[in-house]
């Protein structure tokens, strides 16, 4: 009798334990649905490039989950669309040398504006080592130091590694002004980035074919080239293909109005190669990344503004190359340069050199420069903490002088040797529909561009400033480092804004949406790097006295080698692939020379010669 209540005690256990789970998995698939639908698994299944995240996704109920597949771009018709206003592009007029207000700091005599992008005569051709004592100059010598007004240094001493406890002397802030202090008010973009055609199809002028068929320019392409005029026409040669050319067919003249069942005209855009969806806007990177919702997608009537933040050492090469590239999409960048290495040991202010004597003049409007004149307390013991505050100190700093700045406004943080692609940007600046946060899938190299190594490298990079502040708390170092979900914000963010919190990915392994160079320097830089790394990525390779000689590391670029005396495989690169380099470096190729080829390899000096 005792053994059958035990049972029966046993099975209503069971029972409801079972009752729990099943209401747990009930209440847990309606608190998802929203998230849920965005993806369609019939469409994911059948999708050229199936993600297994998205099919995990979609089959369970673990939100740290973060990819989700592609699905194809949804054919609809954007003739119902809001036309957008018809606008002008902004007439911005170049500031006096030096910016705003730059005239009343007093400077020392400049010589002319120097090119840091170019690099030494020696360093052009072949591997010669560079005698009489280079080394020697190296050690007491700052690869960045420039021609420009010379800038008082700080001593370093212990008392000197608080945090808030360093500042510059009289002189430093005196030739500074009020640079580092002066806040940015952000404007709304007036460039005209769609046109309505005749035809009322609203157009993405950079991916709208503009040139059409015979038969298509007599009937009614021409009114549509007299449209769209300048901004749609094909770059000059030798120009970067703006996107992956391998998609599905583009809609033929013919088929640019057609008549659906009930008689109502449909109305669609000729998009060019790398371009897709109604409006010609959506890139290939974005066209095969795992965006959820690429059928929601729609243009906006204001762009929104883009907030570019980096921290800079001396990258200036590819400083100059970040804001040839995307100067069209991006409305601020906010650099950040220290008077410190990321080891504590002082350095000078280059960049703020280089920005009052002229070099920067023709990006000037949309730098925010961001002073960090200190140094973490503990960043001496553990690298880790100097490299996290740098971030969190750009964001905090720079953000709280932005003006303006609306919540759906768009923030990037990139390291110096990461340069996101002009078309993602855009994308983001001009559509609605994605989700946030994003990352980015970027070609990674080493040393120079010419040793491509597999896959990419995929880096969260950027969100709205609403999820900013609210998720992140305005520190860029949890946007890069720390998962949303884990946030305590982020579901009250979710449910303040109706926004369903999906990370995804612009680009893919196969289409790259940016370039990460690492280590790509001159020798000399590479050496700088050396004995200026945080003391926390071990092994910290620049405390060896024989990895910092400028022969050896002249064969590491010209070998594709690696500091612990590893060589890797790499696949073959060639310098007219798709996504090679960015189109200002392939437009300045001798400039940027000895990135695009290896210098030290014997065909790459005979093609120079």
């Not at 902004?90 to 030096?98: I, N, S, T, W, Y």
């Not at 495989?569 to 007219?576: S, T, V």
């Amino acid at each position: 009798m005792d053994r059958r209540h035990a049972d029966r005690m046993k099975m209503r256990r069971h029972r409801v334990f079972l009752l729990c789970t099943v209401g747990l998995c009930v209440i847990s698939f309606l608190h998802y649905y929203k998230a849920l639908h965005y993806v369609s698994l019939l469409r994911e299944l059948s999708a050229p490039y199936p993600n297994i995240k998205s099919f995990i996704m979609v089959t369970d109920f673990f939100w740290r989950e973060k990819g989700v597949a592609a699905t194809p771009l949804s054919p609809a018709s954007p003739e119902e669309a809001p036309p957008l206003p018809v606008l002008h592009q902004l007439d911005v007029k170049a500031e006096p040398k030096g910016g705003r207000g730059m005239g009343s700091i007093p400077l020392r005599e400049e010589p002319a504006p120097p090119h840091p992008w170019e690099i030494p005569a020696n360093h052009q051709r072949g591997d010669a080592p560079n005698k009489g004592g280079a080394e020697d100059i190296l050690k007491t010598r700052n690869p960045s130091q420039l021609s420009g007004p010379e800038l008082p240094e700080v001593p370093l001493g212990r008392e000197h590694q608080g945090a808030h406890k360093d500042r510059l002397p009289d002189t430093a802030e005196r030739i500074m002004g009020d640079l580092h202090t002066r806040t940015h008010q952000l404007q709304d973009d007036k460039t005209p980035y769609f046109v309505r055609t005749k035809a009322g199809a609203l157009c993405f002028r950079q991916g709208t074919e503009v040139a059409a068929p015979k038969e298509y320019n007599e009937k009614s392409g021409a009114s549509m080239a007299d449209r769209v005029g300048e901004g749609a026409r094909a770059g000059p040669a030798g120009q970067r293909k703006l996107l992956d050319v391998q998609q599905q067919p583009s809609i033929t003249p013919k088929a640019k109005a057609r008549s659906r069942g009930n008689g109502k005209r449909l109305v669609k855009c000729v998009c060019r190669p790398g371009w897709h969806g109604p409006y010609c806007g959506v890139p290939t990177m974005v066209y095969h990344s795992n965006l959820p919702t690429k059928e929601r997608l729609t243009p906006r009537e204001t762009p929104r503004r883009v907030i570019n933040a980096i921290n800079v050492n001396h990258e200036f090469d590819l400083l100059h190359v970040r804001f040839h590239e995307l100067a069209q999409a991006v409305d601020l960048f906010l650099v950040c340069e220290s008077n410190f290495t990321a080891y504590g040991e002082k350095r000078p202010l280059t960049f703020l050199r280089l920005l009052l004597n002229g070099t920067y003049d023709y990006i000037r409007h949309k730098i925010l420069y961001v002073f960090l004149d200190h140094f973490p307390d503990g960043g001496r013991q553990d690298g880790w903490i100097a490299d996290d505050y740098l971030r969190t100190f750009l964001t905090h700093n720079g953000m709280s002088r932005v003006v303006g700045g609306r919540s759906d406004d768009v923030f990037v943080i990139n390291d110096a040797d990461e340069i996101p692609a002009r078309e993602g940007l855009l994308f983001l600046k001009l559509f609605d529909g994605w989700t946030e946060p994003f990352a980015i899938h970027m070609r990674k190299s080493l040393y120079g561009f010419f040793w491509k190594q597999f896959g990419s490298l995929e880096v969260i990079s950027g969100c709205t400033l609403g999820m900013l502040r609210a998720v992140y708390d305005g520190d860029g170092i949890k946007l890069r480092r720390r998962e949303y979900y884990t946030m305590p914000g982020f579901r009250k963010y979710e449910n303040d804004t109706g926004h369903i919190l999906v990370q995804w990915s612009i680009g893919s392994p196969f289409h790259f949406a940016g370039w990460h160079c690492s280590w790509c320097f001159t020798p000399e830089g590479i050496y700088f790097k050396l004995v200026s790394a945080q003391n926390g990525d071990f092994p910290r390779w620049g405390d060896y006295e024989d990895k910092r000689d400028l022969n050896y590391i002249r064969d590491l670029i010209k070998t594709g080698g690696w500091f612990d005396g590893s060589l890797q495989e790499y696949p073959l690169a060639d310098p007219k692939e798709h996504m090679y380099a960015p189109k200002y470096m392939l437009e300045h190729f001798n400039r940027y020379r000895y990135l695009l080829e290896n210098p030290y390899n014997k065909e790459s000096r005979l093609s120079e010669g």
